[in-house]
């Protein structure tokens, strides 16, 4: 089950993070840094796509696409969530656990 | 490891200013095409998202450093217009008249000018120079402009936009191919310019895809350009390397060692966008109507002679953004001075978050002729997310800060009200705040609006008990004794026995409540919220 959660540092900043699989980081790593404001991994992305396209071949270029699509999609958010546990974030919201008959507004 | 040094030794052919010209054409109608097919996805996105955040529950309150930076950039002044203040039906529904007929005054101008600008530049761009002939011309500009102009005038021209926009587009197109000296060779090119201003029609024009188009558009022809012109500009060496044999492929190369500068410059050029909204340059009305304009005027210079056979000058291709401008100062010379700041009733929407277009149009149309008078406010919710979804807001999403816009907790009334819109735009139009709430702050947020409100417009129909949001609602304007304020449209399916059991409940007389049955039209609504508001 996919749960939002959104972690606040002292100087009020604010991180959302998602559970789950992320389509975002499997399409596009740098992306789906930048969304996050993580601009030093979206460099560091960007240069490693770079190297894969100038320094492999084309099947080895389909595996490691395809490494990066799962990968990236299957580990991006909990890296993030643990990257922003591990630098004092602190959780200030997040979604419930899903109800039987949530009251339609 | 590839050598590169064939980017460095190639021969660079200067491109001419025809090729320029096109490319950068080719690009923004690429960015509009693109941003045309991801808006109705983004919608969809943006819904969902807003759907998810609302339900958010807080766990650990905000620190003072927050509070601080949401209300650094809100309007200071705002508190200034609730000060008390008194109206009467009259005042208020002349004001509205005024607003009107200054936006329609002004627009009708700049459609002028639109018009008699493609007549005067005809010698430039190669056309036929004869009187007739820049009429038909002027004619055939002024019929594409119907659909942007109609969209920017009153709710009940606006409403029209679309239908009667591709009709008078289909007429222009039609002129255009029978006043064209090329006759029907160029058919296939009339075609394909009408099916390219009926894309830009659609998606600029739109009622609940203007919201989304806008900002993806922007994003996307500032990164476009970035990305591409270079390469285009490096083509020579480009070809070098093909020829070489050396590197696989150096324009995918470029494409991405460019990417994040260029997403970087699209997004800057986004921000200066929504700069200029905040200072009021523009509303969220007349932009989507300016740009198809500017676009229009950019598939016009594009298909005439003169860029056709490729002579074209500097002069040729500055014109696109010279009619624009032309255009663009007509309206503001004929809208004149900004009105001076006053204290305008407040109208709040409380409603059924229903997914059903026809409540939704009801609901656009009141806060629409509403904005003419003053502020609407209402909790932002998935059912008009698509409707009031601004630059501002799809911009916070796509850079994933939507979250920034929502409340977590009960703010003061100070707070609220500071981070309300309440001043009119340079247009006269008010805005429509769409206040976004967590889970655990939307009860105390929807009180302290009702309290701010001097006009409660409460939706109902499709209502039954078993709405808790909106029964909550009802009993809150109960117990806060509010009825006074409040209009409550329905229709055969509202439960009414459910509304007055529930006041009942709230110590308050159901039959204080206004009711307004939703075939009586939104004429009649909106003089109904002009009593009220009226004091």
Do not use: K
Not at chain 1, 4 to 31: C, E, H, K, Q, T
Request: hydrophobic content about 55%.
């Amino acid at each position: 089950m996919r749960r939002l959660r959104l972690y606040v540092d002292d100087r009020g900043r604010l991180a959302m993070n998602d559970s789950g699989f992320s389509w975002l980081a499997a399409i596009s790593l740098p992306l789906w840094a930048l969304q996050r404001r993580l601009y030093v991994l979206a460099v560091v992305a960007l240069a490693v796509g770079a190297a894969v396209n100038l320094g492999l071949g084309g099947g080895a270029q389909a595996i490691a696409f395809v490494l990066q699509f799962v990968g990236f999609g299957a580990f991006a958010n909990r890296l993030q969530r643990w990257h922003l546990e591990r630098g004092g974030w602190r959780l200030t919201a997040e979604e419930p656990a899903p109800t039987a008959s949530a009251p339609p507004r | 490891m590839r050598d590169l040094a064939c980017l460095r030794d190639g021969v660079v052919a200067a491109p001419s200013l025809g090729d320029a010209f096109g490319w950068i054409v080719g690009l923004v109608l690429l960015a509009l095409a693109a941003a045309a097919s991801v808006s109705p996805i983004v919608r969809g996105r943006y819904r969902a998202r807003v759907a998810r955040l609302m339900a958010l529950e807080q766990v650990l309150p905000r620190p003072a450093a927050w509070w601080q930076r949401i209300l650094r950039g809100a309007d200071r002044a705002a508190p200034a217009a609730f000060a008390t203040a008194a109206w009467g039906v009259a005042e208020l529904r002349a004001r509205a008249a005024l607003v009107e007929r200054r936006l329609t005054r002004a627009t009708l101008v700049a459609w002028a000018a639109f018009a008699i600008f493609a007549a005067a530049v005809a010698g430039v761009l190669g056309q036929s120079q004869a009187v007739v002939m820049r009429l038909a011309d002027g004619a055939v500009a002024a019929l594409f402009a119907v659909g942007p102009v109609l969209a920017n005038l009153p709710p009940r021209w606006s409403r029209h936009a679309l239908s009667l926009g591709a009709l008078a587009l289909a007429a222009g197109a039609a002129l255009g191919t029978a006043i064209d000296p090329a006759g029907l060779d160029s058919i296939g090119d009339i075609v394909l310019g009408a099916a390219v201003l009926a894309v830009i029609y659609v998606t600029l024009l739109h009622r609940s895809l203007r919201g989304q188009v806008l900002p993806v558009f922007v994003v996307t022809v500032g990164t476009m350009l970035v990305l591409f012109v270079p390469v285009l500009l490096f083509e020579g060496r480009l070809r070098a390397c093909d020829a070489a044999g050396e590197a696989a492929d150096p324009r995918a190369l470029l494409v991405v060692v460019l990417l994040l500068p260029a997403l970087w410059v699209g997004f800057r050029v986004l921000a200066g966008v929504l700069w200029l909204g905040e200072r009021g340059w523009y509303s969220d009305v007349s932009l989507p109507s300016f740009v198809a304009l500017g676009v229009g005027a950019l598939a016009w210079v594009t298909g005439a002679p003169a860029v056709e056979t490729n002579q074209v000058s500097a002069t040729v291709a500055a014109l696109p953004v010279l009619w624009l401008a032309v255009t663009a100062l007509a309206y503001a010379i004929a809208l004149g001075r900004r009105p001076p700041d006053a204290s305008a009733p407040q109208l709040l929407m409380l409603r059924v978050f229903a997914q059903r277009s026809r409540q939704h149009a009801m609901l656009d149309s009141i806060q629409q002729r509403w904005r003419c008078v003053g502020p609407v406010h209402q909790i932002g919710g998935p059912d008009l997310a698509a409707l009031n979804v601004d630059l501002d807001e799809c911009a916070l999403y796509l850079t994933g800060r939507l979250h920034e816009r929502f409340l977590p907790e009960a703010a003061s009334a100070t707070q609220l009200q500071s981070l309300l819109r309440t001043r009119a735009d340079r247009e006269g139009r008010f805005a429509i705040n769409e206040v976004f709430c967590f889970n655990t702050a939307w009860r105390h947020t929807v009180e302290q609006l009702m309290h701010l409100s001097d006009a409660v417009v409460l939706d109902l129909r499709g209502f039954t008990g078993h709405r808790r949001g909106t029964a909550y609602e009802i009993g809150l304007l109960g117990h806060a004794a509010l009825l006074a304020r409040v209009v409550a449209i329905g229709d055969v399916y509202t439960n009414w026995r459910d509304v007055e059991a529930l006041l009942h409940d709230a110590g308050a007389d159901a039959a204080q409540l206004v009711r307004f049955d939703e075939r009586e039209g939104i004429d009649a609504l909106f003089d109904r919220l002009l009593a009220v508001a009226a004091r």
